[in-house]
Each structure stands twice: as structure tokens, then as C-alpha cells.
């Protein structure tokens, strides 16, 4: 794919990603990783150590006895949790980035993300082929990181994108990226993730989030993992702006998840559920 | 007087007196000046109830059409189901105005989006529309105004007094109600 020059040159510009962050990602993309596996990355971070230990040592978790370790730190408030606190962290600069071109404020790609992240782990045990949850987690998170790029060149343009999509000129706001700028957040996706060097199913399933029938065969189950947690998010409310639910689902997701119209809404609601508890918990 | 399932995090009043809504929540009041308030419906849809006599409002963000489908023995919020939220938000109506239930209660949907080109039997907002309707229906009210489905996420804020909705989407001008 030929990127136009401004998008290339943002893409240089590009931050690396956090190494901790970027440990993190390749520990849940193994479907045999342990706890150990996770502690021996998060240990090496200091910071991160201490923020970690005062969390379970808080009154949310009362332990019985004081915790010291970050094994123990995982046992006690869980996987899931503790990923979700280090990568709030470690993804802070870009996660957490103001996307203005698609008038979405500094949290709203986080919160999309998380909910999309928890939507994939849980769809993840309907795929019809051995489940990976962790690696569906990871690329749910990172799904619309193409945004951090993208944005910059949409600003003043978006209107008549929104236009061109209700209008059926385009059939969703991907295209209309690529007619507008040369390039999709689902393409540009991609090249963030390959330059932050991430496994090759998080960078695929980034890449035909949006197109899931086009992405390989080895990686459609996950590419339609991800691509129905992001609607399940965006019919949440929980968007990235402007081009929130102008995007189609692909009712073909059914061949590579084993999801009955009662499952869906199961699936919605657990996930809403659970993104509720978190953001207590957070304090939001 | 006000109420909402919301813990006191969730829902104190900003200094603006906005009482914001999560989803799931309900929340009543007929404090003068005050504005109930909910953020980001897509396929949700909110539901307002206005009493003139009292001025008191009430709003449910209502994220699903029917409580069968929830884990046994899985507590959620009062107003996530349409099948529970209607009779939730009227007794939180008539718990705050201190006058019983009417039918002068003046109702208003907003929401029920979906993504483009929905297969009907995934199409939550559709649903909840058609669910919340009916539910108003065999209290005997209808809705007076609607804003519902295409593809956009709204924002929702409800005046006491007036009843008067205000209806935001991100890249577009305000509307109202």
C-alpha cells in the first residue's frame, strides 16, 4: 500500500510503545502463559511495581496479610484487572491522546478501547475454532490506535465524511477515510502496530477490524472478534466521535462465532456489566 | 428531593446541578435548576418522564428491551431493561413529586440507534424503541416527542420545570425537544 506523505511522516514521528506495555501484549498473545510469565515482565518496572502493591493493598481489596509480591498482586485482584491497570498506565501518551479531527475528547478512545478489549475476551469463547481470550483482549485495545495518526488530518474535513456515509457515497467512515486522506485508521492501524512490533494477529485483526470476510483465513476468527466487540461498543454509546455506528456489522460473523441473537445481547450486557464495575473501581 | 440507583460517586450533582446518569440508571428530582443528564446513548435509548403539574423529570437510560436474557442471581441496575425500567422510573416519579402516578405524564424517547445495515435480529435499538413504547402504552401514555435510531450517539439533558430535552451528538449542533 502507497501511504500519502503526511501520514508516512506521522508514522516516523511515532512514539515507540511503552516496553512494558509492549511485554504485556506479547505474554497474553502466548495461549500458555502463566501468571509467573505476566509477574516476570511487570516486576522489572518499579513504578509500576509500587502502584501495583499499594492497589491490592487498598481497602477495595483488603488482604488478610500485607501484599509484597506482584504474584501475589496478580492472584489477588486477578489477570484481568491487572492488565487492565498496566496498560491504563504504560498506554497512558496514546491511549489517552485527543482525537480532534474526530471531536472525541482525551478519555474517549481509552474507554472505547477497554470496553472493545472486554467485549473480545468474552466473544472470544464463542469462536469455532480454539480461543486465544488474551490475544483477543490485546487486539480489541489496540483496534482503533490508527485514530492517533488519522486524526491529525481530519480535522475541518469530518462533516462532509459524516455526509458521505449517511448519504450511502461510501458505506462506512473507513472508506471515507481512505477517499479523504489515502488511508483508513484500520490501515494506518496496522502500521502503528508493526512498528511497535506486536504479534502478527494483533496487527492483522487491527488492520480488517472494519472488513472482516477480506482479512486472511488464519486470522478471520479474530478479525470478526474484534470487529463485532468494536460495534457491541460503539451500539454501547461508548464511540471515538464522530464516526460512532457509521460502520456496518457484517451478520457473517455467525460463521466464525457460534453467537445465537440471545448470546449477542448475553454478551452485551455481561461486558456492560463488567465495564461498569471497572470504572467504579477506577473512580469514574 | 431527587433519586437515582447510582452510588453518590456516580451521581453527585457537577457544579452546573447536572445529576448524571450511567447506563442502567434512573434518576428523579423536581429540584428547581437542576438538569438529569446521561451521556452516550447509541442503541440505548433514554426515556423521560415529565410531570407539568410538579415539574418533576425523570430519566432512564434503558440499554436492553428484556430482563430474561440476564445471569439468575446477576444484580444490574434498575433501569437497563425496558421490561423493568418504565414501572422503576414511574415509581421514582411518584416518590419524588409526592402525587401519584398519571397519566398527564408527559413522555419522551431519545436514542435507539444502530450501526448501518443491521440484521433485524441484532438490531438492539429497534428493539428498545419498540419495547419502551409498549410498555408506556399499557400505562395509558405515549411519547409526545422522539429522536430516535440512525447512527449517531446522542447525549441527553432534561430541565426540571420545563421538561425541556436538550439532545447532543459529537460534530453537530444541539437540538431541542
New interface residues.
Partial sequence: MSLPSEIQDLLTELEPLHQVAHQVMQVLSDPDHGISDLARVLEVDAALTVDLLRIANSPAFSPRQPVTSVVRAINLLGEKLITILVMRKCTKKVMHKELTGYAAGSDRMWHHSLLTALAARELAFFQSEPANPGQAYTAGLLHDIGKIVTSDLLEGVTGKMVSAVDNDIVPNFAKAEEREIGASHCQVGELVCRKWDLPEAICTSVRYHHSPMECPETWRPLAFTVHVADSMAMMSGEGTGVDCLLYELDSRFTDYLDLPSGAFEQTYFQTQMQYRDLMELLGH | MQTSTR?A??SSPTPQAELIL???DIGATKRPGRRLKT??????VGLILHDPVTGTVGLAHV??PDSS???KG?T??KG?FADRAVNELVSAMVRVSGMPFSKRYVAKLI?G???????N??D??TKNVSALRGHLHHLGVVPVAEEIGS????TVAVEVGTGCVVITT??QHPRTI
Fill in positions: 452510588t460517586t456516580k450511567g447506563i442502567g451521556i452516550g446513548l447509541g442503541s440505548c440499554a436492553l436474557i440476564s445471569t446477576k444490574y441496575p437497563y436514542g440507534a444502530n450501526m448501518k445495515g443491521i440484521a435480529v441484532y438492539i435499538g447512527h449517531i450517539s446522542r459529537p460534530g
